[in-house]
């Protein structure tokens, strides 16, 4: 197993596909230039868009989508590993999915993962957030093999479900990633602790790369696209929330050696929770 360069592009995508096909052309082309074998986009390269139903006039399926078509495109040309961190797709009945795409470097489609975890929140700012109401949630957790490397595939919110990663941990995956759109409130908050958790409890790589900046639609999403090691270090960072990329080598045998350490994988036991309280102690003793 050898090192791999890996890429987080960062972008700022608005309501219009062909403009963020563009900007991910330009960052991908950049960070291919720089050594970069794989290449990931954040969540909703290819729309940043609130109105669903302006959204879901806007989407395809799959095989019509023009920013699966660039990414695919993107792949073969630059001989690259890309990794379409999420767009939206259609996937009928009046639904979307909010869908990664992993293409070799030949621009074969290789796998896809959908989000399992909807963001369904309302936040301290006023801000809420029912992404259930637009999109179909994922059913199953999905590693898959790249350049020698297993990555484990998660999508923004799903960085908060630690079970989700420890799954992939366990099927062998040295990188992990959560391509995001985060908030500003909740990034400020949680993005960069969330990113070095998640890669400490797994002995893993973590790889982001984030929406940042104020949208067209008029969200305000938090940027920080990281690279994280499996002892919790941050690799590489983007400063602050302007659209880029950030570069960092990594060795996939860290992860082994990481787990060596601190075999808390296999020291893991099954359990299960059981509530006490003071008036069931005094039943029982009556």
């Known amino acids: 197993m050898t090192s791999l360069v890996v890429a987080a592009i960062q972008m700022r995508s608005g309501t219009d596909p062909k403009a963020n096909i563009a900007t991910m052309d330009e960052l991908a082309r950049d960070a291919a230039s720089r050594g970069a074998r794989y290449i990931q986009t954040p969540e909703m390269t290819g729309c940043l868009m609130r109105d669903k139903a302006a959204l879901m006039a806007s989407i395809r399926t799959d095989g019509e989508d023009p920013v699966v078509a660039a990414a695919a495109s993107l792949a073969s040309e630059l001989g690259v590993w890309f990794h379409l961190g999420s767009t939206a797709i259609d996937a009928g009945e009046g639904m979307a999915a909010n869908?990664?795409?992993?293409?070799?470097?030949?621009?074969?489609?290789?796998?896809?993962?959908?989000?399992?975890?909807?963001?369904?929140?309302?936040?301290?700012?006023?801000?809420?957030?029912?992404?259930?109401?637009?999109?179909?949630?994922?059913?199953?957790?999905?590693?898959?093999?790249?350049?020698?490397?297993?990555?484990?595939?998660?999508?923004?919110?799903?960085?908060?479900?630690?079970?989700?990663?420890?799954?992939?941990?366990?099927?062998?995956?040295?990188?992990?990633?959560?391509?995001?759109?985060?908030?500003?409130?909740?990034?400020?908050?949680?993005?960069?602790?969330?990113?070095?958790?998640?890669?400490?409890?797994?002995?893993?790589?973590?790889?982001?790369?984030a929406q940042g900046g104020k949208h067209e639609d008029g969200r305000e999403t938090y940027g920080h696209s990281l690279v994280v090691d499996p002892w919790g270090e941050v690799l590489a960072e983007a400063d602050g929330d302007e659209p880029g990329i950030v570069v960092a080598e990594i060795d996939p045998a860290e992860s082994a050696r990481a787990r060596a350490k601190i075999p808390n994988l296999k020291n893991a036991r099954d359990f299960r929770a059981e509530t006490v309280s003071a008036a069931d102690k005094a039943r029982a003793a009556s």
């Open 99 to 209: 869908r990664a795409f992993i293409f070799s470097p030949d621009g074969a489609l290789v796998t896809t993962y959908d989000k399992i975890h909807m963001f369904d929140v309302d936040l301290d700012n006023g801000e809420s957030w029912r992404e259930s109401a637009t999109y179909r949630p994922g059913e199953r957790a999905v590693t898959v093999d790249i350049a020698d490397t297993r990555f484990g595939l998660g999508i923004c919110y799903d960085i908060r479900f630690p079970q989700l990663f420890r799954s992939h941990a366990l099927a062998g995956a040295q990188v992990l990633t959560a391509p995001a759109a985060f908030t500003r409130q909740t990034g400020e908050a949680h993005w960069h602790v969330l990113q070095r958790a998640r890669a400490i409890e797994n002995g893993a790589f973590v790889v982001s790369a």
